[in-house]
Antibody, heavy 122, light 107 residues
Framework: QVQLVESGGGVVQPGRSLRLSCAASGFTFSDYAMHWVRQAPGKGLEWVAIISYDGSKKYYADSVKGRFTISRDDSKNTLYLQMNSLRAEDTAVYYC???????????????WGQGTLVTVSS | DIQMTQSPSTLFASVGDRVTITCRASQSITSWLAWYQQKPGKAPNLLIYKASSLESGVPSRISGSGSGTDFTLTISTLQPDDFATYYCQQYYSYSLTFGQGTKVEIK
């Protein structure tokens, strides 16, 4: 069965960096585009970034553009989110999510991880 | 970015009720709309894609409709498992955006 397991969250000071990981299993990871979606405490969902199945295309929300980098290592079936210059408003649960359709993708999320909490605070 | 506006923000209903949630896009997104259900402390769960296509495993009491800018999610006969928060999401263009959510609570 499809499993996505995030890790790497924690408490970090403003301006510092953090890298999140998402370990995938139960499907052919290299066939699917992958996303990061976040949710601030008590708030709604915010899409963060996408990486295409082959890693050739990446798109970001304006709120993180230039600070966050999405990447993947298909040999390890792992998705990453490098977060630099963190701000208090980046505090959220970060979910990785699989695109519903392999290869081309449709930007719909059919499987989600359990999430990892990032708290940016001094 | 395309703005997605859901109404109502909170909905009080009883088991057995018919429930309708509305989602409006700030511009036409044709049928590129998905709906998700989220329960407290859990990840969202995909219900509907392409405005009206039911995801595998989702009960048939849940349905979606609409196109262009106006969409609805309907639960025909509300069950105890349906008390949750529901989000619409447009995937017509980047940045992908969600509505603010509609919480369905027990009356």
């Amino acid at each position: 069965q499809v499993q996505l397991v995030e890790s790497g969250g924690g408490v970090v000071q403003p301006g510092r960096s953090l890298r999140l990981s998402c370990a995938a299993s139960g499907f052919t990871f290299s066939d699917y585009a992958m996303h990061w979606v976040r949710q601030a405490p008590g708030k709604g969902l915010e899409w963060v970034a996408i990486i295409s199945y082959d890693g050739s295309k990446k798109y970001y929300a304006d709120s993180v553009k230039g600070r966050f980098t999405i990447s993947r290592d298909d040999s390890k079936n792992t998705l990453y989110l490098q977060m630099n210059s963190l701000r208090a408003e980046d505090t959220a649960v970060y979910y990785c999510a699989r695109d519903r359709v392999p290869f081309g993708g449709v930007n719909v999320f059919d499987y989600w991880g359990q999430g990892t909490l990032v708290t940016v605070s001094s | 970015d395309i703005q997605m506006t859901q109404s109502p923000s909170t909905l009080f209903a009883s088991v057995g009720d018919r429930v309708t949630i509305t989602c409006r896009a700030s511009q036409s997104i044709t049928s590129w709309l998905a709906w998700y259900q989220q329960k407290p402390g859990k990840a969202p769960n995909l219900l509907i894609y392409k405005a009206s296509s039911l995801e595998s495993g989702v009960p048939s009491r849940i349905s979606g409709s609409g196109s262009g800018t106006d969409f609805t999610l309907t639960i025909s006969t509300l069950q105890p498992d349906d008390f949750a928060t529901y989000y619409c999401q447009q995937y017509y263009s980047y940045s992908l955006t969600f509505g603010q959510g509609t919480k369905v609570e027990i009356k």
